[in-house]
T-cell receptor
Framework: LAKTTQPISMDSYEGQEVNITCSHN???????ITWYQQFPSQGPRFIIQ???TKVTNEVASLFIPADRKSSTLSLPRVSLSDTAVYYC?????????????FGKGTRLSVIA | EAGVTQSPTHLIKTRGQQATLRCSPI?????VYWYQQALGLGLQFLLW???????NRGNFPPRFSGRQFPNYSSELNVNALELEDSALYLC???????????????FGEGSRLTVL
């Protein structure tokens, strides 16, 4: 199982760009990197997914270096509503034989 | 389209009792995951079902069990409840490899189990 390491918590002011890095040194060939956001007492929801290089959607960007041993989630101009826990999940999202195991996540607090 | 639904929303039990939690995946999703999330902590992988079969289970005692029905809905059973079983139990579903775009997990809102 590809184990992930993320900072436990981060603080940011509104309007700033936030970058959360995840380390996954033993990522496998079939593994993708997927980020989820979770608000209190709710199930996590998908933010973005990538395999290599850079992926961008309407809410975030995901940067993955060539060796794929780490990845960085970038949230542009955060607002108070972005206060949540962010999970980096590494695994084969389309099947495979290993389950999708979440790491401890990063608790982001956005301050006005 | 209906999302992943879980029932009951809340459940209160006493030590030693048994609890049954249910999950209905999104239509067309055949893979179901169960996670346990204790208050303030991360998601701990419990069970993974795919096409009616248990594919893998996390590091939990045998009193945690479940099954997946032919319609792909799933049930989680916890026997001989202990105080530390109090947690939010989350179910997630996803498409099979052949039909998936991102293979993302779609989560339900969870069942909060309180053991007194």
């Amino acid at each position: 199982l590809a184990k992930t390491t993320q900072p436990i918590s981060m603080d940011s002011y509104e309007g700033q760009e936030v970058n959360i890095t995840c380390s996954h040194n033993n990522i496998a060939t079939n593994d993708y990197i997927t980020w989820y956001q979770q608000f209190p007492s709710q199930g996590p929801r998908f933010i973005i997914q990538g395999y290599k290089t850079k992926v961008t959607n309407e809410v975030a960007s995901l940067f993955i270096p060539a060796d794929r041993k780490s990845s960085t989630l970038s949230l542009p101009r955060v607002s108070l509503s972005d206060t949540a826990v962010y999970y980096c999940l590494v695994g084969d999202p389309f099947g495979g034989n290993t389950p999708l195991v979440f790491g401890k996540g990063t608790r982001l607090s956005v301050i006005a | 389209e209906a999302g992943v639904t879980q029932s009951p929303t809340h459940l209160i039990k006493t030590r030693g009792q048994q609890a049954t939690l249910r999950c209905s995946p999104i239509s067309g999703h055949t893979s179901v995951y169960w996670y346990q999330q204790a208050l303030g902590l991360g998601l701990q992988f419990l069970l993974w079902y795919d096409e009616g079969e248990e594919r893998n289970r996390g590091n939990f005692p045998p009193r945690f069990s479940g099954r997946q029905f032919p319609n792909y809905s799933s049930e989680l059973n916890v026997n001989a409840l202990e105080l530390e079983d109090s947690a939010l139990y989350l179910c997630a579903s996803r498409l099979t490899r052949q039909n998936a775009n991102t293979g993302e997990l779609f989560f339900g809102e969870g069942s909060r189990l309180t053991v007194l």
